[in-house]
């Protein structure tokens, strides 16, 4: 029995970054949404329901703070894994991601295959 794909949503509001992650999971096997800002994260996500969401920190009109709390909030998205990915490296940060409930914190730039092995760890972690 083959499995569904993984559903990933890449919030990103940077083309380039934004479709370099998406090629590199798709050549994973992930099925990849993508977002171009936290308010169109929050637009998508309930009807996508992805397995991950990836979310930048630093975005137009809402950004990945605000987004990854709204996910937390809503009932159809509370339990998804979320990971950030952003070029914000303070401590400070992290914790605040932390206390926001994230599952993992990546910086800019990130290696793809460290943001493909994050999702794996999560998603296996999230169907035991």
């Not at 890449?10 to 096997?29: P, W």
């Not at 920190?57 to 950030?84: K, Y």
């Not at 490296?89 to 599952?103: C, K, L, P, S």
Request: hydrophobic fraction near 40%; proline fraction near 5%.
């Amino acid at each position: 029995m083959n499995a569904l794909p993984t559903r990933v949503l890449v919030v990103e509001d940077d083309d380039v970054i934004r479709e370099l992650i998406r090629l590199n999971l798709e050549l994973e096997g992930f099925e990849v949404f993508t977002a171009v800002d936290g308010q169109d994260c929050l637009d998508r996500a309930a009807h996508i329901d992805p397995h991950v969401v990836t979310l930048d920190v630093m975005m137009p009109r809402v950004d990945g703070w605000t987004a990854a709390e709204r996910l937390r909030a809503d009932a159809r998205t509370r339990d998804r894994p979320i990971i950030l990915v952003t070029a914000r490296t303070q401590d400070e940060d992290q914790r605040r991601g932390e206390r926001i409930g994230v599952d993992a914190y990546l910086t800019k730039p990130f290696d793809p295959d460290v943001l493909v092995d994050v999702i794996r760890g999560l998603v296996d972690g999230s169907r035991e």
